[in-house]
């Protein structure tokens, strides 16, 4: 199998450069994979589990909304933010996850409650978790 060239990028940095064999992307249509040789395209990117395999191993990512291009054996992700499932605080995850479904369900009684920003903040924590649990498995 061929290689890719992985790059995910954020406003503050570089989170990840490295040569993969496979990455499958959270796209806005669906979920898919890319391997050596793929077409040239570009696609929106939703909040969930970015994974790729390196050497036999597979590794995951939590990432938010943004873009990817897919051009000449290079995947260039970019997003407001990639975290590394390997630091995710699994429960303050959880704990962030409840507070967004909360503040959703305040919402119906109070038009004091951002509903922009609590369901974002709810996308992110379900991205989050959802990549620590492909992790694990």
Known sequence: ?????????????????????LVVIPGAEGEFGVLEDHVSFLSAIIPGDLHFIADNNTEHFAV???FTEIFNNKVSVL????EDVSKIDVERARKAMERAQDRLSRSKETDKIDVERAEAALRRA???????????N
Do not use: F, H, N
């Not at 199998?1 to 064999?21: A, F, N, R, Y």
């Not at 997003?79 to 990639?82: I, K, L, T």
């Open 1 to 21: 199998m061929g290689k890719l060239q992985l790059e995910i990028v954020t406003p503050e940095k570089v989170v990840l450069s490295k040569e993969v064999d």
């Open 126 to 136: 379900r991205a989050r978790l959802k990549a620590a649990e492909a992790q694990s």
């Open 64 to 66: 938010s909304y943004g």
């Open 79 to 82: 997003v407001d933010s990639a």
